[in-house]
């Protein structure tokens, strides 16, 4: 859904994976995000909101969303939150090609999930120097051990912004 943002001009919208007793995932505009760890949410971000996989498929508490695409998604969470989704148009090429590589590879090695912060979980936040891709299932049995991403780049207004 944050890649389909992007694509539809609002390139500043990020997002924050973390575990805590289930997989969530925080989104906001950059402007939330550390300068230290650009893939991580220091405190409360204001205005942000957060999707849990316990919810399944009735993302943000949607239950008119349940077998939307991930386009259909974006448009809708353009709409229902207005004031996150203002503060997220603007361009960041540097992060939209991040995103989209970082989504290749999830999409090869099936099972992975990126994480920032979980209980317990050595280094966390401004701490980390690369994004661990966790390997939780796989089709062909035994789980892998993490993979390492670059972190993301750092958020900088365009000029005029």
Known sequence: MVSEMHRM???WAR???????SYRV???PAGAFSRINPAFIP???EPSIQY?????NEYFHWTDAKNDTARQLAEKFIVRFPEISARCRGRDWAYAGWLAELLGVLEDEVGRLPLVMQDHMEPS??????LPLRSYWTAAG????????PLPPRFEREPGA
């Not at 849990?52 to 399944?56: D, H, K, L, T, V």
């Not at 035994?142 to 991403?149: A, H, V, Y």
């Open 15 to 21: 997002f924050m994976p973390n575990m805590h007793l």
């Open 52 to 56: 849990y996989s316990a919810s399944e």
């Open 43 to 45: 405190g409360e971000a």
């Open 26 to 28: 925080w989104i906001a």
């Open 9 to 11: 001009g609002y390139q």
């Open 142 to 149: 035994p789980t892998l051990g993490d993979r390492f991403f």
């Open 125 to 130: 936040g401004d701490q980390m120097e690369q």
